[in-house]
């Protein structure tokens, strides 16, 4: 395994760990983990850093939804133009080109489910190419950003037997 790799592998686990913490559980020194981290931002493949929420716990509402899009191409229009409008919108979180029934999944979040659906109404299902969009509100979030949510409130349904 590449250097650049391991210290990918402990970056995606908990990015606040220190340079002298990535180097100990990598066998790096400190300097080539520093040029590691350098060298992975400068080429684009490490873009930011983000803290993982379990918003869920936080008391301001916030809703997030999985909008399914299908697109009509041209000549013309290809998916990276597309997406490129799409991406550009504060309330898109994520947007996925995928296999399946639907073209893109993006992942938008919103104040209430009005606002999220007044995005999706408003904003995204105007583009022209656009044919076809199907909102899936999110009720519950267990992992996110490949960490799990745990600690939830406990299950008080008594247990039958027989």
Known sequence: MS???EVLDVLTTNAR?????????????EAAVEEAIASLERRGVVHGYQAVVDWDRVE???VRAIVELNVE??????YEEIADRIAKFPAVEA???????????AEVAGASM??????VSEQVAPIPEITQTV????????????????????????????
């Open 3 to 5: 250097d650049e790799r």
């Open 17 to 29: 760990e220190s340079t002298a913490d990535i180097a100990a559980q990598t066998g790096l020194d």
């Open 60 to 62: 301001e509402e916030r």
């Open 73 to 78: 191409l041209d000549r013309e229009t290809g």
């Open 95 to 105: 947007l996925h080109l995928v296999s399946g029934d639907y073209d893109f999944a």
């Open 114 to 119: 009005q606002d999220v659906s007044g995005f």
């Open 135 to 162: 909102t899936h509100y999110v009720m519950e979030t267990y992992k996110d950003g490949g960490v799990r949510f745990g600690d939830r409130d406990e299950d008080d349904r008594l247990s039958v037997s027989p």
